[in-house]
């Protein structure tokens, strides 16, 4: 048996290089547009009262606007974090497949389902601090966890399971 | 034939963790009036009324009894600067007993009246009278154990009108939101007894 680790496609190691690379880049403009992306953030949700539930009256609004700044901070510091994950977790666990997984066609299906994905899945949360302002907290949540969430976090969940199981097969006939 | 159906399974399972990602967590911050109350307090608490008297000239407290002086009972702002400046710390707390109780009161009754609306959706009806409660309770959590000490049947009648307000809330989007309104309008009609009994004391303690 060959002990070396085999690499995964190249283009599964760019895909993660640039998730990375994004997580950093969404990280710093994070910090350093904070105030503009606070003031466009609270712009448009004031333009859109109706889905925020404000009722002009500024001890009831302030608490709402509040609460949907917070979220709208916590989505995008939870793409760079995610982002930043998934990226090593498609070099990590591409590397393993591309490794362990004998089978061509289930080794590239692994491989594309963990690379599209752990990468797909990370926008979900840029997508949500985008939607936030015009669709509130809720209802943006529901939309990314239906376009993005769901599909590309089950994607990485059936692949990664996928994996945890010809792994197994692979002890077992050793 | 075993193996497709695991497979079939394992794509329909599998991915339900896929529901439960992390969100992020809110939770309520004082605002600028609730956190000058609060560093007022705390400063006559301790006995430094030299910075309690400072904090309160230059905060948000003071500011908000100027704005909204014409619903407060007269001379509430500078009573309460010159309790400060006299080291009186139950006059203090009474006087800003008041304030929060007129604050919460007023709320009470613009809920009231947007409530009262038949323009408002259901959908809006449903989310705007609970966050009126929160609202009033922010302000009026504040002075309860003041209430209390003073007049404790008082702080037990608005807690019940406060709980009965919290049961009618959850239903609010239906035609009953009329038991809301009646329980708000109880809420500002303890408060406005709480405000006029409690200013009537003061001036007579004057």
Redesign the interface.
């Known amino acids: 048996m060959n002990h070396a680790w085999r690499l995964p496609p190249l283009w599964v190691v760019l895909v993660a290089v640039v998730l990375i690379v994004c997580a950093e880049v969404g990280g710093a403009s994070m910090v350093r547009f904070r105030i503009e992306l606070t003031r466009w953030a609270r712009g448009a949700m004031l333009a859109h009262p ?1 889905v925020h ?1 404000l ?1 002009g ?1 500024r ?2 609004d ?3 606007l ?2 949907a700044l ?2 709208f901070d ?2 995008l ?2 793409f760079h974090l995610h982002a930043e994950g998934m990226g090593l977790v498609i070099l990590a666990t591409t590397t393993v497949a591309a490794t362990l997984a004998r089978a061509r066609r289930s080794r590239e299906a692994i491989i594309a389902l963990l690379t599209v994905g752990g990468a797909g899945y990370p926008l ?1 949360y840029l997508l ?1 601090s985008w939607l936030i302002p015009y669709h509130g907290i809720e209802r943006g ?1 529901a939309i990314a ?1 239906w376009l993005i ?2 599909p ?7 692949a990664l ?2 994996l945890a199981g010809l792994v197994v097969l692979r002890l077992v006939q050793r | 034939m075993r193996l497709p159906v695991l497979a079939a399974l394992m794509l329909v399972v599998a991915p339900a963790p896929a529901f439960a990602h992390h969100v992020g967590t809110y939770t309520p911050q004082d605002n600028e009036i609730t956190t000058n109350f609060k560093q007022v307090k705390f400063s006559v608490q301790a006995g430094k009324f030299d910075v309690a008297l400072r904090l309160f000239e230059a905060g948000a407290l003071r500011t908000q009894m100027r704005a909204t002086a014409a619903a407060l009972p007269p001379g509430l702002e500078s009573g309460t600067r010159a309790a400060l400046q006299a080291e009186d710390a139950p006059e203090v707390e009474r006087r800003l007993m008041i304030f929060f109780a007129a604050l919460a009161r007023d709320l009470a009754l613009e809920a009231g009246r947007q409530l009262a609306d038949p323009r408002l959706t259901p959908e809006a009806r449903a989310a705007a009278g609970p966050r009126f409660l929160e609202a009033i309770w922010r302000y009026y959590n504040l002075i309860d154990f003041a209430v209390a000490l003073r007049d404790d049947k008082t702080s037990v009648a608005v807690r019940l009108a406060f709980d009965e307000a919290e049961g009618y809330a959850k239903k609010a989007a239906g035609p009953e939101g009329a038991g809301l309104r009646d329980s708000l309008r109880r809420i500002a009609q303890i408060l406005t007894n709480l405000i006029d009994t409690s200013s009537t004391f003061a001036r007579r303690d004057r």
Do not use: H, S
């Not at chain 1, 590309?152 to 059936?158: E, Q, R, S």
């Open positions: 109706g539930g009722v009256v001890d009831v302030e608490r709402v509040d609460e917070v979220k916590a989505a510091r939870l979900g949500w949540k966890e969430w769901i590309f976090g089950g994607a990485t969940i059936v399971w996928w």
